[in-house]
């Protein structure tokens, strides 16, 4: 779990400017898929290709039919999943972490200035350090959302290309070196199906919150927009307003 670590704080950052939806997305990132990978998933899949014993002494053979089988590994596979649907949050915090160090200097700029007429008022953060997100910010949280939702879908669509949902316990090879169709047989196939379908599981779930959370954004949007015009339309109309007075 060492190798994760890193990773794992900087999620953490990115907890307080994100939706709750997204904070429940990180929560099963972090959890069901990061912690069972690093404490249960290595240890199942250490003997993937020790324990594979095929009908042939054939020097290579085994090697080969393994390749052909596997051409990345599912853990191997796993991790670079993990790590790529992480990007585009990761590519969020640091968008975060430039307004908020922009916003502050313009707060520092603003106390020395005893007039502040004509002088940009910080529009993200409040005095605490508190991410609205709304403008620039809600677009690229929504970009990293939907650019979530494409690589997730990307890879599940690849691990069903490559391996399947179920580990097959045996497998026929007739690449060279092997002299024939040899047949090699996988150590603990059920086992491996439970992860399998495990992780298949996480993942769908993932991509159902990145979903549900883009239909929060949308609305999210929309009712701040429709909460604006109400507030402006108000204003407009108040007593002793040049619009209420030609009405």
Known sequence: MGEWGFLSKLLDKVQSHSTVIGKVWMTVL????????GAGA???????????????KQPGCTN?????????????????????????TLMYLGHVLHVIQKERKLREHLKSQAERQGVKLPKYTDDKGKVDIKGELLASYMTSVVVKILLESAFIAGQYYLYGFVMVPKIECTRYPCPYTVECFMSRPTEKTVFIIFMLIVSCVSLLLNVI???????????????????????????????????
Not at 64 to 88: G, M
Not at 219 to 233: C, E, F, P, V
């Open 64 to 88: 080969v039919c393994y390749d052909h089988a596997f051409p990345i590994s599912h853990i191997r596979f796993w991790t670079l999943q993990i790590i790529f649907v992480a990007t585009p």
């Open 213 to 247: 959370e883009i239909f929060y954004l949308i609305g999210y949007r929309s009712k701040k927009h429709h909460a604006k015009m109400t507030l402006k339309q108000r204003h407009l109309y108040l007593p002793g307003t040049e619009e209420s007075s030609k009405a």
């Open 42 to 56: 290595e240890k199942v899949w250490g003997d993937e290709q020790s324990k594979m014993v095929c009908n042939t």
């Open 30 to 37: 972090f959890v069901f898929r990061i912690m069972v990978l």
